[in-house]
């Protein structure tokens, strides 16, 4: 509410103000590292480092570019460079991630008594440690230059509108918008609305869900039937879905209200005939990262494939908590990739579409099941019960109740998983544009409901004390 109602009003109104870009810059990276202080005041300095260190390691990268004089010297030099660069951004990671999960596994095998570290993982390090990260990368392939003005650079890799969950934003897409961009009224109002629609998702629709999840799989499993596990991870599959694609609307929406143009992060995954297209649709920003700067240069397709997918899909679970649920997560879905490179996806094309969204929709949710339970015996128990091994029932009365309390919002959610209302504003778009005398039904639509839905969000912020933001822990 503070941020809905106190420092973003404050902020636009600042960005609006100021016209000459340069300013327009300092002052977002200012809003930005007071925006990150509020929640992290003291590891806002780590953040920091990381800006001076790439800032610094990229100016000398661009320096050591090769010369016909001094080719390999300058080519080692560029490597070492960047070499520094990674190994101290994933040093930071590996520190305050990770290093408590490594030492309780030391102890665990060795039957050690090595104190365990315990830190605070600063927030939205994830996400900015590998955008600086590519950021290093794309200066050292020469396929960007290095950023000139250090302030520029540290408003890029702190700006609030996708600093805490994503989606990772690569300096080479936004470059030229860092120098220049539109600040209209008519982006900062489509911004205002793509951010309603976020919040709307993340508020409404992913709470709600969490809920409901929690009512049904969150505590003893001992007594949940087989479709009363199936549908709690169904409900878990829609909180999941909502509340990171909400959190990357609201960050878009963010961007556009101040000139910038982010790339979409999730476009519509749960329509899609496999797992493979599914991570074409899904976290987007996070499987291009992992595909341009981990799978292809390992050798991608052409060589040691299996090795790729496995070093790829083991990060990506890593990447997601320091838990051995995340990692059998990831490599759940390298072996279920790996099938379909060899020979599922010829298999799936020859069946009806009903058949191929059925096969990703129920081989999604048993991933969802590692992923949800940290605990392996948990997992193992959920599974058991989804299968029918345990004496508990298919259905109960306890389901039907639930069932009935929810079903107007299981349809509301499933239809809002569906490009239906895309296609429905670009018929209504284009009905309207065609018609000019409805300029002003269309300008009166959309404010009505950012009204109503920004009104909407608040109440239930207000109201409810229960608003859990999952993408945190990652």
Same mark, same amino acid.
């Given at each position: 509410?503070? +941020? ?36 992290? =005041?003291?590891?806002? $300095? ?56 490594? %030492? ?10 090595? =104190? ?8 939205? $390090? ?76 993340? %508020? ?37 879905? +909502?509340? +990171? ?50 799978? $292809? ?64 929709? +129920? ?55 569906? =490009? ?7 018929? $209504? ?38 608003? =859990? ?6």
């Amino acid at each position: 509410m503070i +941020f809905l109602y106190a420092f973003l009003p404050i902020v636009l109104l600042g960005n609006f103000l100021i016209r000459s870009i340069k300013y327009k810059n300092i002052f977002l990276m200012i809003a930005s590292l007071i925006f990150y202080s509020w929640g992290e =005041p003291v590891w806002v $300095i780590l953040l920091i480092i990381t800006g001076v260190m790439d800032y610094t390691i990229s100016h000398l990268i661009e320096d050591s570019r090769i010369t016909k004089k001094r080719f390999r010297a300058n080519k080692t030099k560029g490597k070492i460079l960047l070499l520094i660069s990674i190994s101290v951004n994933l040093s930071f990671l590996i520190v305050f991630k990770y290093s408590g999960f490594f %030492v309780e596994n030391i102890n665990l095998l060795l039957h050690t008594h090595i =104190p365990v570290p315990r830190f605070n993982l600063p927030i939205g $390090i994830s996400f900015y440690s590998f955008q600086t990260m590519s950021y290093t990368i794309d200066v050292y392939r020469g396929d960007v230059k290095a950023e000139d003005s250090f302030l520029d650079f540290l408003m890029y890799v702190s700006f609030f509108t996708m600093l805490v969950a994503g989606p990772i934003i690569r300096y080479i897409d936004i470059a030229k918008q860092i120098k220049s961009r539109l600040s209209t009224m008519d982006y900062v109002l489509k911004g205002i609305n793509r951010f309603l629609i976020g919040l709307f998702k993340k %508020v409404i629709i992913a709470n709600y869900a969490g809920v409901l999840v929690n009512n049904s799989i969150s505590g003893s499993l001992s007594d949940l039937s087989v479709f009363g596990m199936w549908l709690g991870i169904f409900f878990y599959a829609i909180q999941i879905y +909502f509340d +990171f694609s909400g959190y990357s609307d609201m960050a878009i929406g963010l961007g556009k209200m101040f000139g910038f143009d982010f790339l979409e992060n999730f476009n519509y995954p749960y329509i899609s005939k496999s797992l493979t297209e599914f991570w074409r649709r899904w976290h987007m920003s996070l499987s291009t990262f992992f595909r341009d700067y981990v799978y $292809i240069p390992l050798g991608g397709n052409r060589r040691y494939l299996i090795r790729n997918l496995f070093i790829v899909w083991f990060l990506t679970g890593l990447w997601h908590g320091a838990n051995w649920n995340f990692i059998l997560w990831g490599l759940y879905f390298f072996i279920m990739l790996l099938m379909e490179k060899l020979f599922l996806l010829k298999l799936l094309k020859k069946l009806p579409s009903f058949f191929q969204h059925f096969y990703m929709i +129920f081989f999604l949710l048993l991933s969802f099941v590692i992923f949800y339970f940290e605990n392996i015996t948990a997992s193992l128990k959920a599974f058991s019960i989804m299968f029918g091994f345990t004496n508990n029932g298919f259905i109960s009365n306890k389901d039907m109740i639930f069932l009935s309390n929810n079903y107007v919002f299981i349809i509301i959610s499933v239809v809002a998983c569906l =490009p239906v209302v895309k296609f429905l504003k670009k018929f $209504i778009d284009y009905f309207l544009v065609n018609n000019s005398k409805f300029d002003f039904l269309t300008t009166f639509s959309s404010t009505a409901f950012n009204f109503v839905t920004l009104l909407w969000c608040s109440a239930s912020l207000v109201g409810s004390t229960y608003n =859990p933001f999952i993408y945190f822990k990652f």
